[in-house]
């Protein structure tokens, strides 16, 4: 038999969920080695941001945010904090 509550409570959940994340893809300037992917990747995870994945040698960061907790701007503004330069 089909749970109809729980199918809406679930789907619900994770319409919800998917329409709040956003996969950036960040092109940035000023890394010279692994510490600074280190540095990027902390910072990035400890503000809430997820699939974090950073290149030096390729000047990217990319990562899946949640929109409702962490924007893209502030994103930005983390890693220029740090010394980089967001392009």
């Known amino acids: 038999?089909?749970?109809?509550?729980?199918?809406?409570?679930h789907f619900i959940y994770f319409s919800c969920f998917s329409q709040a994340m956003k996969q950036?893809?960040?092109?940035?300037?000023?890394?010279?080695?692994k510490s600074c992917e280190v540095i990027i990747?902390?910072?990035?995870?400890?503000a809430?941001?997820?699939?974090?994945?950073?290149?030096f040698s390729k000047g990217t960061?990319?990562?899946t945010i949640d929109e409702k907790n962490l924007s893209?701007?502030?994103?930005?503004q983390m890693i220029?904090?740090?010394?980089?330069?967001v392009k």
């Open 72 to 76: 893209e701007k502030k994103v930005k």
């Open 1 to 9: 038999r089909f749970n109809s509550v729980f199918f809406k409570k």
């Open 41 to 46: 990747t902390e910072e990035l995870e400890e």
């Open 48 to 55: 809430g941001a997820k699939d974090v994945k950073v290149s």
């Open 24 to 33: 950036l893809n960040l092109k940035v300037e000023g890394m010279h080695c």
């Open 61 to 63: 960061v990319a990562a």
């Open 80 to 85: 220029e904090k740090e010394g980089y330069k």
